[in-house]
């Protein structure tokens, strides 16, 4: 068993990612690093990490971060020794591409067009961002590096240097693998008496709480304060809003009140207490700040003395929309709908389902740390391999798969939906991306090779449906979520998932046009691209001779009758009990 948050997991973690995107352990280490902590989409990452071409001066990884506000350009090493300290060229070669992220012209210029055309683009659509070049390690900590940049950075004002190795990464890795799900119970002291309002939405507390009274609850319960909250603490940015709570908090405490938007806390249940006949104690009962952990932490990092107050507001909320409460406190900042999703009406139904094959879905998710394994369901994964099976929502699902929780969510989920459509999705998913994993290697370095990047899965199950819908009937009874779990429908599947491939291979070539379309990336989310080939794909499967493919109808009655059958052989085979008498 590998230790939750260990450097072995993060190995496993770099692997599979290597594998997933066809590229080696070094860029897929960035991708990692990008999905974890900056909360990058994992196929977007995996895209910016296998631009390879060499003469890439550095420069593994380029993206903007809207938390931020900053343009973060990485260079990942991975070692093959991870008992050594990082070696100072690596640093080295970090600093030579600064003249290259300062000027992209320069990386055009040395055979590297679309790097510069991706730094340019982030420059030009990002134009406040702060550059942050960072070097990050699973190798040791080297402090010759520390020092250098620290001298760099008092140097070159208008770029910051970031070093992080192996043992902040493991740190930081840990905190979000083992981050609580909020404050069993604890009491908030108000500095004065408290406004009680009630109605729809539950019961709710207003009052004014002091600096100290927030620090005494993160002193005692750390992140746990947070598990609410979709980020955590962003850093003190120079310049940043944090820096100006935290010096609002440490030179005007008297005026902080006025200054700051508040702290909102949901809780299961709170009872208020009266002490001297004057309500200013709260008792709550799994509880965390949903909004307003920039503010505690910021009071927190001050050290701001009790005459600093803040507005602070406890909901205790129904369950049915605590979601909305989390979503919409936070809806300036850039909140993952699905995580918020995971918790509605329809969801819950299915995670009941689905618990009774011992499939653990759409888990809360843990910070920012995406869980894997066969047996967990990821809710925005799910999402998107179910929008894929329909022309409607393909290009959504690969270019913009938050959009797919918001107008067209009650279509991918409508009421009443069935877990075996969403569990045919999801297998049909990972077998899409196995089977275009599988082609990549088969073909090597082809130069169309592009057409086969992460997002060619969600096409690989648009063919995959068609292919279905002409050889079977996926509203049979007999298509639930025991018949799925067998080898028999597995195998049935991934007939239909390997013809999906080569068919949706075949046809991309076919159709591909780089005067036309652009480059690989933009051709695969263009809508014009999706009218050529749905109309080519129509035609390929219409000509497909009867019984091609399996009928999965009749898959599943044979796997059922052989699940009968050998339960039946066993019953016969238990051995009688030894009746006589001694």
């Not at 973690?13 to 897929?28: Q, Y």
């Not at 309002?197 to 507390?205: L, P, V």
Request: charged content about 25%; overall charge neutral; glycine content about 6%.
């Amino acid at each position: 068993m590998v230790e939750a948050g260990s450097l072995d997991e993060i190995l496993e973690s770099l692997d599979e990612l290597s594998t997933r995107g066809g590229i080696p352990r070094g860029r897929a280490f960035a991708a990692w690093y990008a999905i974890n902590f900056y909360n990058l989409d994992e196929d977007d990452a995996l895209e910016a990490a296998a631009a390879d071409g060499g003469n890439d001066q550095g420069i593994d990884l380029a993206f903007a971060d809207a938390t931020t506000e900053k343009i973060i350009v990485i260079q990942a090493h991975c070692p093959e020794n991870t008992t050594k300290k990082c070696p100072k060229a690596k640093w080295d070669a970090v600093l030579s591409s600064v003249p290259f992220v300062i000027d992209p012209s320069n990386l055009g210029k040395n055979g590297r067009p679309d790097l510069e055309e991706t730094i340019s683009s982030l420059k030009e659509s990002n134009p406040d961002f702060q550059i942050m070049i960072c070097l990050i390690t699973l190798g040791k900590n080297s402090d010759e590096i520390r020092g250098s940049v620290v001298a760099h950075s008092k140097r070159q004002k208008d770029i910051e240097f970031l070093f992080v190795p192996q043992e902040d990464i493991i740190s930081r890795y840990k905190a979000l693998v083992l981050a609580g799900q909020g404050v069993p119970e604890d009491t908030l002291e108000f500095c004065g008496g408290i406004i009680e309002d009630k109605g729809e939405y539950g019961r709710a507390w207003i009052g004014s709480v002091s600096a100290t009274e927030l620090q005494r609850l993160h002193g005692k319960h750390g992140s746990d304060l947070f598990a609410g909250n979709v980020r955590l603490f962003l850093g003190a940015r120079k310049g940043g809003i944090n820096e100006q709570i935290i010096n609002t908090a440490t030179d005007s405490p008297g005026i902080f009140w006025a200054l700051n938007n508040g702290v909102t806390i949901v809780a299961d249940t709170a009872t208020a207490k009266k002490p001297s006949g004057k309500i200013n104690i709260l008792s709550l009962k799994r509880f965390s700040i949903v909004n307003g952990c920039q503010t505690t932490t910021s009071l927190v990092q001050a050290q701001a003395a009790a005459e600093a107050k803040v507005l602070v507001r406890v909901i205790a909320a129904k369950n049915s929309i605590k979601t909305d409460i989390v979503r919409y406190n936070n809806s300036q900042n850039a909140i993952k709908i699905w995580t918020v999703r995971s918790a509605d009406h329809v969801q819950q139904v299915l995670r009941g389902e689905f618990k009774k094959i011992n499939v653990d879905y759409a888990p809360k998710q843990e910070g920012s740390r995406r869980k894997k394994g066969d047996k967990i369901i990821e809710l925005d994964k799910v999402a998107q391999y179910i929008a894929s099976s329909e022309t409607e929502f393909l290009i959504q699902a690969i270019d913009n798969k938050s959009e797919l929780f918001d107008r067209p969510y009650q279509k991918i989920f409508p009421a009443g939906i069935r877990a075996s459509t969403v569990y045919l999705a999801w297998i049909i998913g990972g077998k899409a991306d196995s089977e275009r994993q599988s082609l990549l290697k088969k073909l090597n370095k082809d130069h169309n090779t592009n057409l086969l990047s992460v997002t060619s899965s969600y096409w690989i199950i648009f063919c995959t449906y068609k292919l279905i819908a002409k050889f079977s009937n996926l509203e049979s009874v007999h298509i639930d979520l025991n018949t799925m779990n067998t080898t028999e429908f597995i195998a049935a599947i991934t007939k239909y998932v390997s013809k999906a491939t080569d068919l949706f291979y075949d046809a991309a070539l076919d159709t591909y046009d780089r005067d036309e379309y652009g480059s690989f990336k933009a051709t695969l989310r263009s809508q014009k691209f999706l009218q050529k080939m749905d109309g080519k794909l129509n035609a390929r499967v219409a000509r497909l001779p009867p019984k091609s493919l399996p009928d999965l109808v009749n898959v599943s009655k044979g796997a059922k009758a052989n699940a009968k059958a050998a339960a039946k052989m066993a019953s016969r085979e238990l051995p009688k009990c030894d009746v006589r008498s001694a």
